[in-house]
Structures are given as C-alpha cells and as structure tokens.
C-alpha cells in the first residue's frame, strides 16, 4: 500500500469517527441552544400574562388568531415544545414544527424588519437570532437529533428488543 493510500484511507477512516461523535454532539448543541431560547421565551411571556396580552393585541401582528388566544397558544408552545427539542423525543417533527412557529413569530413582529422584510432577510445584521435558530431547526430536521437524543435510545431500544423477540422465537 503506497503512502498516499494509507493517508487516504487514515483520513477517510479518521473523518468517518469524528463525524459520527462531533456531528452528534453538534447536533446536541444546536437542539439544547434553540431549546433554551424558546424555553426562556416562554417564561417570560409566562411570568407577565398582562404584558404579553398587551404585546399581542398591539406589537405582533400574529395573522388569523385572535391576540389572547395567540398569547395564550404561544406561550405553552414556548414552554412545551422545547423540551421535546432539546431532549430529542420526536425530534423532526417538532423541529420542524418549531421552523414554522419561528417562521410565523419572526413575521408577526415587524420591529424586527424595519427596513423592510426583503432587506433584512439577506442581511446578517437583521434579526439574527431568528436566522440563526431557524437553521438550527433546519439542521435537526436534516440529519435527526444525533445519537445523544431520546429518539436514538428509543431506536436502540426498539432493535435490540426485536433482536431479543427474534431469537427467543427462533429457539423456541
């Protein structure tokens, strides 16, 4: 084996166990970040229901909900819907979720776009936050929580299981 093959295939090998460690570490990472901020969200929208009855009756503009049931719906989405992110138990489908709830909370507020939305929306200055979570969320729905997730347990679990099922029936 020449050199350049044996760095290669060191390389190859080397990149494959990192990707499969850093890549779900990352993927923690990204699934705790975007937990927390929604969670945080969530208490302090929690902690002062008149103020938030106030933000949504007069600041966002959340499109056909009326304003207390909109604060009421945000509020425990920001409260509940976290914890199955960062926790990884049904990780796509609430990431993807949580997407389009970003999506909807980012167009509600138009302080965050007060150069306009097309403006804003190629800028990195202009509401990073949002763009940052929503690619975060974008992430999880691609590649799934990661193996530090409930949902990777849970699939452990399901095949080591069947495996048991099926060789306890094949003995029998």
């Not at 990352?26 to 229901?49: D, E, H, N, Y």
């Not at 509940?80 to 909807?104: D, E, H, K, T």
């Amino acid at each position: 084996m020449t050199l350049i093959a044996r760095a290669t295939a060191c390389y190859a090998g080397t990149t494959s166990r990192l990707a499969m460690w850093l890549g779900s570490v990352t993927l923690l990472c990204m699934r705790v970040w975007v937990a927390l901020a929604f969670w945080q969200a969530g208490l302090v929208k929690i902690a002062s229901p008149e103020t938030t009855r106030y933000l949504f009756e007069n600041i966002y503009h959340v499109p056909l909900l009326p304003p207390d049931f909109a604060a009421s719906l945000g509020t425990w989405i920001e409260l509940i819907v976290p914890w199955f992110i960062g926790l990884g138990l049904l990780s796509r489908p609430f990431a993807l979720f949580l997407f389009i709830y970003n999506i909807i909370a980012f167009i509600s507020y138009p302080a965050l776009w007060p150069h306009g939305f097309w403006y804003g929306l190629f800028s990195t200055a202009a509401f990073a936050d949002h763009k940052i979570w929503g690619l975060m969320l974008m992430a999880v729905i691609a590649w799934g929580p990661g193996k530090l997730s409930l949902d990777a347990l849970a699939e452990w679990t399901y095949h080591r299981c069947r495996g048991i099922t099926a060789l306890t029936c094949a003995n029998s």
